[in-house]
């Protein structure tokens, strides 16, 4: 988050209110959010407890990630 300039609350807000969530093969969940023209996306190991944020980043390339 620090490496990408991503506030913590961009984060909750974007895990709290997705426009969309993935589930990958490995039981990871992709939380997804459009705001201000990115998209942001949040990479959660679910088989943690409790769930721990594996990665964030936000992309321009929204038309790249066909799941929303």
Request: charged fraction near 25%.
């Amino acid at each position: 988050m620090q490496l990408r300039n991503i506030s913590k609350e961009v984060v909750d807000f974007v895990v709290n209110n997705p426009d969309s969530i993935s589930n990958e093969d490995d039981n990871q969940q992709i939380f997804q959010k459009v705001m201000e023209q990115h998209l942001y996306r949040v990479c959660v190991n679910a088989n943690k407890n409790p769930s721990v944020i594996k990665t964030v980043y936000k992309t321009s390339k929204i038309s790249k990630y066909d799941t929303l």
